[in-house]
């Protein structure tokens, strides 16, 4: 089998115009495939400069070993075909430690053609340390290294107007773009006295001529395929030590700038050009309130009701005669219909989600979803069951049973075929629901549970408030206790 480098296989030569923090596996299966796929289909002709992101630096030594080369193996199910696909990647044209390269690092702010950066740094990655100084070689956290970065290209280009960055972090929170933007006027305004005469002009400049978008991005990647490693190397013909998996869906929400048209970013950023799910538009809010509510939010739901009906995987759950149509009615009829997109545009993306939870490749345990689960609900469904309330006169059934199983589920015991029931939770939480349980009458469980605002629901309150919400949970807590979960399931999407 042969080495994977750039003597054995071929690698694009292109200009570097892109800067990417990280070298994890989410960032090398969605950002670099995607940049691979504009590079083939559109005149985009970009590679990439990779920032080692931890002082560890194992996986940039596996990249540079093989010349930056490796592939993505992609599966799942795309308009119901199933997918198992194998793409080289060749748009890293090389990897740099800031750590230890600090002088590399700081020199990409001196390349006239670099206009993007690209980040994943972790949740935790977007934020502010105020022990930070722009004299560190380098700075401590990802925005004081970019903020050290954007000041080298002012310097460097005299203020140039076309010299600023389009900056598209990949952080999975919310207004990523937003957090990232007011840190690093943070820093500026930190080192103010080091900046001295350029501190108005560098803080006019970022503000100005540099382009920080909020993104969503969608793609559930595992990571190295350890299991089917030697099967995938034997495909390939390549011994690849860094081969990354990921679903073959992908989805980019990328909200522009506020200083910048959708028509220019589209036209310097050609992915949907290329045919790729990467969504340029004035707000990623909706497609974010999407995705939580029906990817997120049907995951939260049919998890109790699956697994005390039997069913461990979210795969069989889908496929199942009575579960499939639950998870169905929570998606389409429910959920769905609490949003404020286009109804063809949920109804595509809700069949989108129904195929990826339907993934042959993966066993998707539904215990896994389990945990913290009332936060979840919290964020994921509630919003939904009190916008359906308000929108239709009553409550959504499937999801208020959602709510009644996950309840019966933190009791804790044994499924009634003998599978051990273990909730795993804030201790507080699961403190309350033994003390309730305790009792055995599910009235005082409903009401305890829905009157815990400070414990669970926070501004949301006290749940009992929501007219018919208690009578509805009792009724099905009696009914799952009685008849079982699956008759229950049965009585709701027979409705």
């Keep these: 089998m042969k080495a994977l480098n750039k003597l054995t296989a071929p690698k694009a030569v292109a200009p570097e115009r892109i800067i990417q923090f990280g070298e994890g596996n989410f960032l090398r299966a969605f950002v670099d495939w995607i940049i691979k796929k504009m590079n083939d289909k559109t005149d985009f002709n970009s ?17 540079e070993g093989q010349d930056c080369l490796y592939h ?23 990897g740099i430690s800031p750590f230890t390269q600090t002088d590399a690092f700081l020199a990409l702010a001196d390349q006239p053609e670099m206009r993007f950066v690209i980040s994943n740094t972790t949740e935790a990655g977007i934020a502010f340390d105020p022990e930070c ?8 956290s990802y925005p004081g290294k970019l903020t050290q970065l954007l000041y080298r290209r002012y310097k460097t280009f005299n203020g140039d107007p076309a010299k600023g960055f389009i900056i598209m972090p990949c952080e999975l929170i919310f207004e990523n773009g937003h957090h990232l933007k007011e840190i690093i006027f943070k820093y500026i305004d930190l080192w103010k006295e080091d900046l001295g005469s350029d501190y108005e002009g560098f803080r006019a400049w970022f503000e100005n001529y540099n382009y920080v978008c909020a993104t969503l991005v969608d793609r559930i990647v595992p990571g190295f395929p350890r299991k089917e490693i030697n099967e995938i190397q034997e495909k390939l013909g390549y011994k690849d030590n860094i081969v990354v998996q990921g679903e073959a869906f992908h989805l980019w929400v990328i909200e522009r700038a506020s200083n910048i048209s959708i028509e220019q970013l589209r036209a310097e950023f050609p992915a949907e050009k290329a045919g790729l799910q990467v969504l340029i538009t004035d707000s990623e809010a909706p497609y974010h309130e999407r995705k939580v509510t029906l990817l997120n939010g049907p ?30 009615k929570v998606q389409f009829d429910e959920l769905m219909q609490t949003l404020n997109l286009p109804m063809e545009e949920l109804q595509k993306f809700g069949s989108d989600v129904l195929e990826r939870f339907n993934n042959p490749y993966v066993d998707h345990q539904v215990t896994s979803i389990m945990l913290n689960a009332f ?20 409550l959504p059934k499937g999801i208020v049973l959602g709510l009644a199983a996950l309840i019966t589920y933190y009791k804790g015991g044994n499924r009634e075929d003998g599978t ?6 804030d201790q507080k939480i699961m403190e309350l629901l033994k003390e309730l349980w305790a009792t055995g009458d599910t009235r005082k469980v409903a009401e305890g549970v829905l009157a815990a ?11 009992n408030n929501i007219p018919g919400l208690t009578d509805m949970v009792v009724y099905y807590l009696d009914s799952i206790r009685d008849k079982g979960m699956l008759e229950t399931v049965k009585e709701v999407v027979e409705a």
């Design 133 to 140: 100084k722009l004299a560190d070689r380098p700075a401590a």
């Design 47 to 63: 590679s990439v400069v990779v920032l080692q992101g931890t002082p560890d630096g194992f996986v940039m030594q596996l990249l």
């Design 299 to 328: 995951h939260t739901v049919l998890s109790p009701v699956s697994f005390l009906s039997g069913v461990n995987i979210v795969r069989d759950a889908c496929n199942h005669p009575v579960l499939g149509k639950y998870i169905r």
């Design 375 to 394: 936060p979840k609900f919290e964020t994921r469904d509630l919003p939904g069951l009190k916008t359906y309330l308000e929108r239709k006169g009553e």
């Design 453 to 463: 605002q400070d414990l669970i629901w926070g501004v949301n309150g006290d749940l």
């Design 72 to 94: 993505v193996n992609l599966q799942g199910r795309v308009e119901g075909e199933v997918i198992n696909s194998l793409d080289r990647i060749d748009v890293i044209s090389r």
């Design 420 to 425: 051990p029931i273990e909730p795993k939770d």
